[in-house]
């Protein structure tokens, strides 16, 4: 399986002549939305910015409730997270966990509250994580580091961070690789993952957005 970021929550996903588009974002965020076909989009949340598959082509299927889905050879699980106390039920955010190639990739959406044991079981296993690191309505940086911690994953690939282009209020990727440890990380352009390839140990992964601005 072939990793792409598209900048903010979106991922192209690709094995073969299969592709997942995560979470689609509209032009008003300041990058240009993915309109290359696609197999299957998937959407945590009704936000603009995490919700523009009308604009993905190729007729793609649609998975944005929690449940179990499959559509030609792809499976997903969609599970609800628990929202904050003062947030309404328009705000719910699916996480879904994505097997393709027998690598099981987690995108955890706009995630804003720690994930409960059955949540987090529902989840798993988890391969690869995707992983919000720029704060604004998701997780604390903190409570996203105990995640992490609770999901075990063997990849991080963090995501919803501010880059060049985006208007959105997001903090920077600095504080989540101090608190991870973590220097001198080069960028990739894309990342390919297999069962064959899965490091022992938990490591970070970061990407480059191959999104277009303007």
Known sequence: MEIIWLGHACFRLRSDDLVVVTDPYPGSIGLRPETRPATVVTVS????????????GGSPRIFDSPGEYEFSGIAARGVMTS???????????????????????????????????????ELQPVDVLLAPAGGGCTLDLERILQLMQDLDPKIVIPMHYQIPGVTEPLGNLDTFLQLMGVSDVQPRRSLTVTTGNLPANMQVTILESRARTG
């Not at 966990?97 to 409960?116: E, K, Q, R």
């Open 45 to 56: 949340n009704s936000h603009p910015n995490h919700s523009n598959r009308l604009e993905v």
């Open 83 to 121: 929202l904050k106390e003062d947030q309404p039920q328009g705000e719910r955010n699916v996480a879904y966990s994505i097997v393709m190639d027998n690598v099981n990739v987690c995108h955890l959406g706009d995630i804003s509250t720690p994930l409960t044991t059955r949540q987090a079981e």
